[in-house]
């Protein structure tokens, strides 16, 4: 904002000089070869004037655009170094995510195998169960 300021308040002097500034330039005289010299060398000094307030206005501008390239350049700074926490908590997590997983697989596993040994053992107690079960109740002939 202060840039914008200063280039409106340069702009605006720029415009308040030509307008009041620059008045024996309109002022024309017919009194010969004399002053038609005078009029040439005020149109000399008159753009000579313009050239450099564009040079000025030029180097405002480059002054200006230096400044925002600055400031970009911190903030692509700063989102870089925001990129590499990041990468690196992600790094970090990554980690404890694979640690985490192998546990739960190793504790996974554990439960499966007393759950398979659970399940045999019921199975082999209903087929001794149903083998004596037939034995003392045999089947009666009529």
Not at 29 to 49: A, E, I, P, Q, R
Not at 67 to 88: H, I, R
Request: proline share 0%.
């Amino acid at each position: 904002m202060e840039i914008k300021h200063r280039h409106n308040t340069k702009y605006a002097e720029d415009l308040r000089k030509e307008l009041l500034g620059d008045s024996s330039i309109s002022q024309q005289s017919d009194t010969g070869n004399d002053s038609m010299g005078n009029n040439l060398n005020d149109l000399v000094k008159y753009h000579h004037s313009i050239q450099e307030k564009i040079a000025d206005h030029m180097l405002d501008l480059t002054r200006t655009l230096k400044e925002q390239v600055t400031v970009a350049g911190q903030v692509v700074k700063k989102d870089t170094e925001v990129l590499n926490k990041a990468s690196n908590l992600i790094d970090k997590n990554e980690g404890n995510l694979r640690i985490e997983t192998q546990k739960l697989e190793m504790y996974n596993k554990g439960a499966c195998k007393c759950w398979i040994w659970l399940m045999f053992v019921v199975v082999c107690s209903v087929f001794i169960g149903m083998v004596l079960f037939m034995r003392l109740f045999k089947k009666k002939n009529y």
